[in-house]
């Protein structure tokens, strides 16, 4: 291996030798070459017109100045660079030299010898920056001729580009794709809102017009492909624009934001896929993070499900604000290691643990407690998938219900600040074992704690199997766990969601399957959901149910059409799109409150607060014990009823459908 280092070094060594020595002797006969030209130009051409004090004054001091420039040209790195990939930077360098050794020719030749005549210092200085220059760059040259003739032949293959946005952005990117040899694009036009660049070129390329231009400038300039290059738009404009789009028929692509920009990292690359996000009909929740970072600092924080859609994104932000320690519980490993590897290099100095079980495992989840001591639990943990769902109801209440208790106990046992319950608009007047298993762990944590506040939390029923812990559930007297739940629609991108579905639906070419023409659902982002959670933690005061006011819904079918025009396709005609029918225990509509909530107001207008609808808080938990049971003896055949007389507003879809409640 080192041998093999050593030939390669060797190689190298003698090929920059040999590219260095021929460099070198072209600008000795550059040098030379550049003042004689000069005087032979200045006397007509006529070598005999030249008078002899020129000539012997040139003779005396070539000597001389081709050694000084050698030597300039080599501390200035002039034999250096890799002249094929040559730029800006290097310019600049031939530049300085040039002008340096030509001032420092003027001055010697003029004080030693003679006054020259003026043409001579200036025509000389031009043509020995011009040969010293052509040489580095015509290799440079060469290679990007070759590029547009190669471009140009597979003219068939090239995609014709319009690129919304002439600012700095945009042209990075023109001369990004122009620069590529594996990119096949061609930029035709440019459309932009500011009047002032109308008519103008950017690099030959013309500015069309504004954004009402678009749809026409398509037709017109044949357009595959457009690029929004506007990193610094609002997403009232940056919506607006891409409905506009979507409606061309072409593939689009967005650079995501500023900090690219900022960088100087724009370049084909970064371009991204149009997400659906960007068509909300609202703008994103900006909350503000400097509570969320007196929140978490310095603090142990315990995030069960860490590895999933949400549980992951809630370990990166609570990463970045400064825990003293982040403890990452997850039953997927596969998940969890992967959320591991991703903090580790982005946060070596963060001191996490990363751990393996079930919240159904009583002894597991209390030894985590009992080593960890968390101040702060964010539950994420939950079978959510609503199809399955019904098909293992029992699994849905252990998992959900039984191991959101014993985790919400083991955190009041311990001594935890804050418990925070990651639930869902599915709980509100459930038609499926999924939601009603969520509604029963917002009763969970609104029951523990209103305990804690009546001072009786020792009341609580033990629903842990050894021994041990039923012993220690005596000392609760001084519970203090603020216990709070938020509620939030479907969150876009999530592993199973329809997004990642239907993006594959049609890389494969359709089918694009919907459920129902009419079904209509809330959305949010991935990181609008995570900050929500991390605020409420912040606004907690115990038992309340935080709820984040999402717009208006949007209908599933609008959303798979948007997406398949962000494709560049058409639906039903390039992708096709089938309707399957509602799913066991699936809805038309979702709703965010149950009818008998009322909305409180917090700091963030965006995000409110649900009264919770009162219930005999002794009667639910003595239910628990026979649920508990009956999950665990897998009785499917009557854990629905069971759940529909402790959760009175489930009631179970007939046939995949449920009654149309308002949204």
């Known amino acids: 291996m080192n041998t093999d280092k050593k030939q390669t070094s060797r190689f190298r060594f003698e090929q920059w030798y040999r590219i260095a020595l021929l460099l070198l002797l072209w600008d000795v006969i550059a040098v030379n070459a550049s003042y004689f030209l000069a005087l032979w130009l200045r006397f007509d051409l006529q070598y005999s017109q030249i008078p002899s004090e020129y000539f012997q004054a040139w003779l005396t001091v070539i000597p001389f100045y081709t050694v000084l420039c050698v030597v300039v040209f080599w501390v200035m790195r002039l034999y250096h660079s890799l002249w094929r990939f040559a730029s800006y930077s290097e310019l600049m360098l031939v530049i300085a030299a040039s002008l340096i050794t030509s001032s420092l020719h003027a001055i010697g030749i003029t004080l030693f010898l003679c006054r020259m005549p003026i043409s001579y210092y200036l025509v000389g200085a031009v043509l020995q920056f011009a040969f010293v220059l052509g040489i580095r760059f015509a290799r440079r040259f060469l290679l990007l001729l070759r590029e547009h003739r190669a471009t140009s032949d597979a003219s068939g293959a090239v995609t014709r580009v319009m690129i919304i946005g002439a600012g700095s952005a945009g042209q990075m990117i023109l001369r990004d794709i122009r620069r ?92 991204k896929e149009v997400a659906i996000e960007d068509l909300l009909g609202r703008a994103p929740i900006r909350p503000d993070m400097e509570e969320v970072f007196r929140f978490i600092s310095g603090k142990t924080v315990l995030v069960t499900g860490g590895g999933g859609s949400i549980g992951s994104e809630l370990c990166r932000q609570i990463a970045a604000h400064s825990p003293r320690q982040l403890v990452i519980f997850d039953i997927y490993e596969n998940n969890a290691y992967s959320i591991q590897l991703e903090l580790k290099k982005k946060y070596p100095a963060l001191d996490l643990a990363v751990l393996i079980g079930s919240v159904r495992d009583s002894r597991r989840i209390c030894g985590v407690f009992e080593n960890y001591r968390p101040d702060i639990v964010f539950h994420a943990a939950a079978h959510k998938h609503v199809p399955l769902m019904e098909g293992s109801p029992c699994e849905a209440i252990k998992n959900n219900a039984i191991g959101t208790y014993k985790t919400a106990f083991a955190a009041m046992l311990y001594g935890t600040q804050r418990f925070v319950l990651i639930s869902t608009d599915k709980a509100v007047n459930p038609t499926n074992v999924m939601g009603a298993s969520k509604r029963l762990c917002e009763m969970i944590v609104q029951s523990f704690d209103a305990k804690i506040k009546e001072g009786q939390a020792e009341d609580l029923p033990n629903l842990f199997t050894h021994e041990g812990m039923k012993e220690r559930s005596t000392a609760l007297k001084n519970a203090r766990t603020e216990f709070v739940a938020v509620r939030f629609g479907n969150v876009l991108g999530s592993n199973g969601s329809v997004i990642p579905i239907f993006k594959r639906q049609i890389a494969e070419g359709g089918p694009v399957t919907v459920t129902h023409p009419d079904i209509i659902r809330y959305f949010m982002t991935i990181p609008e959901a995570v900050s929500l959670v991390l605020q409420a933690g912040t606004y907690a005061h115990g038992g309340e149910i935080f709820v984040l006011d999402m717009g208006s819904p949007m209908k599933i079918d609008t959303l798979a059409r948007n997406l398949i025009k962000l494709s560049g396709y058409r639906p039903d005609v390039d992708i096709k799109i089938e309707y399957t029918g509602l799913r066991p225990g699936e809805k038309l509509y979702e709703e965010k409150l149950m009818a008998e909530e009322g909305l409180k107001k917090t700091e963030n207008e965006l995000i409110h607060i649900g009264c919770p609808i009162p219930f005999d808080t002794d009667t639910f938990l003595s239910q628990l014990g026979p649920l508990m ?35």
């Open 180 to 271: 590529s040899v594996s990119v096949q694009d061609k930029v035709v036009c440019f459309i932009d809102d500011d009047p002032n660049t109308w008519g103008r070129y950017i690099d030959g390329v013309p500015i069309v017009g504004s954004r009402d231009d678009i749809l026409s400038s398509v037709e017109k300039y044949s357009v595959n492909k457009i690029y929004l290059a506007i990193p610094s738009a609002t997403p009232e404009v940056r919506r607006d624009i891409l409905n506009i789009c979507k409606e061309s028929g072409c593939e689009l692509k967005n650079l995501p934001g500023i900090y690219q920009l900022l960088r100087g990292d724009v370049t084909v690359s970064s371009m």
């Open 629 to 663: 049971k009956i999950a665990y003896e897998n009785d499917e055949a009557h854990i629905r009823e069971r759940i529909g007389e402790i959760v009175t507003t489930y009631h179970p879809a007939d046939n995949g459908t449920a009654p149309a409640h308002g949204a």
